[in-house]
């Protein structure tokens, strides 16, 4: 039986929880937040009564596999080093590693433990098509994010529109993957991800919509290069405890886990 480390225990970590309680396969034997809330503690007693509840993995513990789904800061405060240890990890705050030196941080922890940490495809679709067309050259990439004002709530786009008041789509940000991935920490992961696995962070340019037409969190993917083009569209339906985020998210952390201990993955 697999043992597994979850790291956050939010919409995406509740729900996680939920969708593998009950496999025998594996259990969630941690469960690392910054508080040990009274929610918390209804949602691992409910869901993973084996957990400890914690605010950092002990030294002594070496889980299977640690699943981050917490938020940017938890790639320094309990990737990196876990990582370092030889414990392997699956990230879904991909835009973490738009920060300087990040991505190369992420890297040589895994070397240094001789692991592996896998980036998630979260709420984006064609991650494989687009990493493989890399390999034959791309010459763009464009991304556009369109979600509905309220996930726009306690961000930058305050400040460039009254989100409760728009009657249109208002584009609230033009520019690099990095750039977004940076001002938009819970909202821009996805476009961190295309760029990681395509044109990079900086040549893949990235536009984002608060539009009240809309009301699921839809992502649009323009691809050109050596293998012809690619175009996709993703719908995808917002969690209730969360609006900034995508359902599928949950489904891809999910999916990495039961990777993990299937005899047949994909
Ligand atoms: N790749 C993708 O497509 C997507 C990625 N994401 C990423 O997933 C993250 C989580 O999303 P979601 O569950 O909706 O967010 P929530 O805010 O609902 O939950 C976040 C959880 O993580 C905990 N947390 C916050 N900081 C840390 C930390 N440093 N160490 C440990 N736990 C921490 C929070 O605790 P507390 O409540 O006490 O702060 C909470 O339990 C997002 O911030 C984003 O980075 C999200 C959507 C899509
Ligand atoms: O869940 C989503 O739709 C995408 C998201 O928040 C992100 O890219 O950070």
Same mark, same amino acid.
């Given at each position: 039986?697999?043992?597994?480390?979850?790291?956050?225990?939010?919409?995406?970590?509740?729900?996680?929880?939920?969708?593998?309680?009950?496999?025998?396969?594996?259990?969630?034997?941690?469960?690392?937040?910054?508080?040990?809330?009274?929610?918390?503690?209804?949602?691992?007693?409910?869901?993973?009564?084996?957990?400890?509840?914690?605010?950092?993995?002990?030294?002594?513990?070496?889980?299977?596999?640690?699943?981050?789904?917490?938020?940017?800061?938890?790639?320094?405060?309990?990737?990196?080093?876990?990582?370092?240890?030889?414990?392997?990890?699956?990230?879904?705050?991909? !835009? +973490?590693?738009? =920060?300087?030196?990040?991505?190369? *941080?992420?890297?040589?922890? #895994?070397?240094?433990? /001789? &692991?592996? %940490?896998?980036?998630?495809?979260?709420?984006?679709?064609?991650?494989?098509?687009?990493?493989?067309?890399?390999?034959?050259?791309?010459?763009?990439?464009?991304?556009?994010?369109?979600?509905?004002?309220?996930?726009?709530?306690?961000?930058?786009?305050?400040?460039?529109?009254?989100?409760?008041?728009?009657?249109?789509?208002?584009?609230?940000?033009?520019?690099?993957?990095?750039?977004?991935?940076?001002?938009?920490?819970?909202?821009?992961?996805?476009?961190?991800?295309?760029?990681?696995?395509?044109?990079?962070?900086?040549?893949?340019?990235?536009?984002?919509?608060?539009?009240?037409?809309?009301?699921?969190?839809?992502?649009?993917?323009?691809?050109? !290069? +050596?293998?012809? =083009?690619?175009?996709?569209?993703? *719908?995808?339906?917002?969690? #209730?405890?969360?609006? /900034? &985020?995508? %359902?599928?998210?949950?489904?891809?952390?999910?999916?990495?886990?039961?990777?993990?201990?299937?005899?047949?993955?994909?």
């Amino acid at each position: 039986m697999k043992n597994i480390a979850l790291i956050g225990c939010g919409a995406i970590g509740s729900s996680v929880l939920e969708l593998l309680s009950g496999d025998t396969r594996l259990q969630v034997g941690w469960v690392l937040v910054p508080e040990i809330t009274p929610a918390v503690r209804e949602t691992a007693a409910r869901l993973a009564p084996q957990a400890q509840l914690l605010q950092a993995l002990p030294g002594d513990a070496v889980p299977d596999l640690l699943v981050e789904c917490a938020g940017h800061a938890a790639i320094e405060e309990h990737v990196l080093p876990a990582l370092a240890r030889g414990i392997p990890a699956v990230i879904a705050s991909i !835009g +973490a590693l738009s =920060a300087p030196g990040m991505a190369e *941080r992420v890297q040589a922890a #895994a070397e240094a433990g /001789k &692991t592996q %940490a896998q980036l998630l495809s979260g709420a984006i679709g064609g991650i494989d098509a687009l990493a493989a067309a890399r390999v034959g050259g791309l010459d763009t990439v464009l991304y556009t994010g369109r979600k509905p004002p309220k996930a726009w709530s306690g961000t930058p786009a305050e400040q460039v529109c009254d989100l409760d008041g728009l009657t249109e789509a208002f584009c609230i940000f033009e520019g690099s993957a990095r750039e977004a991935a940076q001002l938009y920490p819970k909202n821009a992961n996805v476009a961190a991800t295309l760029s990681l696995a395509g044109l990079g962070l900086d040549k893949t340019m990235v536009r984002l919509f608060a539009d009240p037409a809309v009301q699921e969190n839809v992502h649009q993917v323009e691809a050109r !290069g +050596a293998f012809g =083009a690619m175009e996709l569209t993703m *719908r995808g339906k917002p969690l #209730a405890a969360n609006p /900034k &985020t995508s %359902a599928l998210t949950v489904y891809s952390v999910v999916r990495a886990v039961l990777n993990n201990v299937a005899p047949l993955a994909i």
